[in-house]
């Protein structure tokens, strides 16, 4: 029995001083991938940066269109349904789980 343990120590030895010799390697691999992961973080804030700043940017866009429009829509809305309550009607924009969603709501005298 004791000669097995002698064998099992001096296995496990040769494994330790592998290990060992293996484990700058190993380190700068790491390092290498932290480095990786450090800049694919960036990277993403970045891009989520660029998605939050376009949306704004397109919703605003839309807002102006919308804008623009709602004066020549109400024109049209008098002229062709003259309602006596809801006489005007108003366009806007709601933004729900990144999807804009359109509206258009007829308004009375407030």
């Known amino acids: 029995m004791r000669l097995e343990d002698i064998h099992t ?4 030895e040769a494994e330790v001083l592998r290990l060992e010799q293996e484990f700058p390697e190993l380190e700068s691999f790491l390092r290498e991938l932290t480095d990786k992961h450090g800049k694919l973080e960036k990277l ?26 709602e004066s020549e829509i109400n024109r049209y809305y008098s002229k062709l349904i003259g309602h006596t309550y809801y006489a005007k009607l108003e366009l806007s924009l709601e933004t729900r ?12 005298a407030e």
Do not use: F
């Open 9 to 12: 120590y001096l296995t496990q």
């Open 44 to 69: 993403a804030r970045g891009l989520e940066d660029i998605k939050q700043a376009a949306s704004a940017e397109q919703k605003s866009l839309v807002s102006d269109m919308l804008g623009d429009i």
């Open 97 to 108: 789980r990144d999807r804009n969603i359109y509206w258009i709501k007829a308004r009375g």
